[in-house]
């Protein structure tokens, strides 16, 4: 199948063929005809399947069979979504493939000054796309009304539970009107998620694709067993190795990923850091220096993995194994894009040994040890069967004068002595 079987009309077409689109991913192919007919959609779905275009397509194509004026301060189509970064890219994804229509496109976020964003609603648009949190205080402050919205799109609606954004998604549900073309989008699929779709969604067609516990085929991952204090030499010594071309670097905290970055300019090497306490305009420098190839390394938290979009990333490095298995799926997933291969990387220390075992559980393969490079598991599996003999001796000396050691009786007689934490790997109080 190819994009004119779908039945898109020219300017659309057009605009596809010059971005060099060729044939329609599976969840474009399932969607648009769907959404072409009007159904509300539900689609189960992650960044990196073409989903943007699966939504974006059929609504321009929806909008130009009925045209007409947005209202003053009002907008035709409003998609939600979480983070800044997926909302500027989903907004030049329309003016892409938009750019033969006569549309107006606005985006809106927080992290700026408020006026050019009240300037670009103040005469409508027919495309919005905007985060909750400053969508509400334009609403509130009367800027902005959804009184005559088609259509509204939720996407990353897991993202918007994650991040606490789901009492103002619920806010700005509560402002829409009753007759709406409606598209949600979720990689994962909780209760929560779920009752929510109910709630909005009329007979939806159902489409899924790429269930969020695969990891592309195209992915080489391996895993490299390092003491914690050995991680960011590892790293050093990994991007020592030129076909590190373009290298995502994933962090728990925005204090790791400032620390991280620090490291790798003292050893020459171009990075920076995105992570939320970044204001928008430095977060957006660093994605443009990543993309325009000025720095090699980007250093980045879970808040920034589904936000990232960049071709032609060619490894993801995980400093720290995230403690959430889904989360390890979405970062890995920003490499490997568009049908091109990528390597993935984990470094584990002995405390995020099961959060290795977790991924493995939820993706239902092995992720294979990297065995050829310094710092490998010696340290660590060393470490353990210390631990383990001592656990042992331990063991058997209370077997021979037939009462618990001093330790265990402190510790209630609990037999944890040797286990690895299974917290988040003693890294304070800093969130993502």
């Known amino acids: 199948m190819t994009f004119s079987d779908l039945g898109l009309?020219?300017?659309?077409q057009r605009a596809v063929d010059e971005s060099g689109y060729k044939e329609p991913t599976p969840i474009q192919r399932a969607a648009i005809p769907y959404l072409l007919e009007g159904r509300d959609l539900l689609g189960c779905a992650q960044t990196g399947t073409g989903k943007t275009a699966a939504f974006a397509l059929p609504i321009l194509q929806r909008l130009a069979a009925h045209p007409r004026r947005a209202g003053q301060r009002s907008a035709r189509t409003l998609i939600l979504t979480p983070t800044r970064e997926l909302a500027?890219?989903?907004?030049?994804?329309?003016?892409?493939?938009?750019?033969?229509?006569?549309?107006?496109?606005?985006?809106?976020?927080?992290?700026?000054?408020?006026?050019?964003?009240?300037?670009?609603?103040?005469?409508?648009?027919?495309?919005?796309?905007?985060?909750?949190?400053?969508?509400?205080?334009?609403?509130?402050?009367?800027?902005?009304?959804?009184?005559?919205?088609?259509?509204?799109?939720?996407?990353?609606?897991?993202?918007?539970?994650?991040?606490?954004?789901?009492?103002?998604?619920?806010?700005?549900?509560?402002?829409?009107?009753?007759?709406?073309?409606?598209?949600?989008?979720?990689?994962?699929?909780?209760?929560?998620?779920?009752?929510?779709?109910?709630?909005?969604l009329t007979e939806p067609a159902k489409v899924e694709v790429a269930p969020v516990?695969?990891?592309?085929?195209?992915?080489?991952?391996?895993?490299?067993?390092?003491?914690?204090?050995?991680?960011?030499?590892?790293?050093?010594?990994?991007?020592?190795?030129?076909?590190?071309?373009?290298?995502?670097?994933f962090t728990r905290t925005k204090r790791g990923a400032n620390q991280v970055s620090e490291v790798l300019?003292?050893?020459?090497?171009?990075?920076?850091?995105?992570?939320?306490?970044?204001?928008?305009?430095?977060?957006?420098?660093?994605?443009?220096n990543f993309k325009a190839g000025r720095i090699r390394v980007l250093v980045a938290t879970d808040i920034a993995a589904r936000g990232i979009d960049v071709e032609g990333v060619t490894h993801v490095i995980n400093f720290e194994v995230p403690n959430v298995p889904e989360s390890y799926v979405h970062r890995i997933g920003r490499t490997a894009r568009a049908g091109a291969s990528g390597i993935a990387i984990s470094f584990c220390d002995a405390e995020e040994r099961s959060f290795i075992r977790d991924i493995e559980k939820l993706t239902r393969r092995p992720i294979p040890v990297d065995r050829e490079q310094p710092y490998h598991s010696a340290s660590v599996e060393a470490a353990r069967l210390v631990s383990a003999g001592k656990a042992k001796a331990t063991l058997e000396k209370e077997q021979r004068s037939g009462r618990p050691s001093n330790r265990r009786r402190r510790r209630g007689g609990g037999g944890s002595a040797g286990k690895p934490h299974q917290g988040a790997g003693g890294h304070g109080r800093d969130t993502p």
Do not use: C, W
């Open 88 to 200: 500027i890219q989903i907004h030049d994804s329309f003016k892409t493939y938009g750019k033969y229509l006569r549309f107006r496109y606005a985006v809106i976020f927080g992290g700026v000054g408020q006026n050019p964003q009240v300037q670009a609603l103040a005469g409508g648009v027919d495309v919005l796309v905007a985060t909750p949190g400053r969508l509400l205080d334009l609403i509130n402050q009367r800027h902005l009304h959804l009184r005559d919205l088609e259509i509204f799109v939720l996407d990353e609606a897991d993202r918007m539970l994650d991040m606490g954004f789901i009492h103002d998604v619920r806010k700005v549900i509560a402002l829409l009107p009753s007759r709406r073309h409606n598209l949600f989008f979720s990689a994962t699929m909780p209760p929560d998620i779920q009752r929510l779709a109910d709630a909005i």
């Open 9 to 12: 009309i020219e300017p659309i």
């Open 265 to 288: 300019a003292k050893s020459g090497v171009p990075s920076e850091a995105i992570h939320g306490n970044k204001s928008q305009g430095a977060r957006q420098r660093a994605l443009e």
């Open 213 to 249: 516990s695969s990891t592309a085929e195209l992915i080489d991952q391996s895993v490299m067993y390092v003491e914690r204090g050995d991680k960011k030499s590892l790293l050093r010594h990994v991007l020592q190795d030129k076909a590190l071309k373009r290298v995502i670097v």
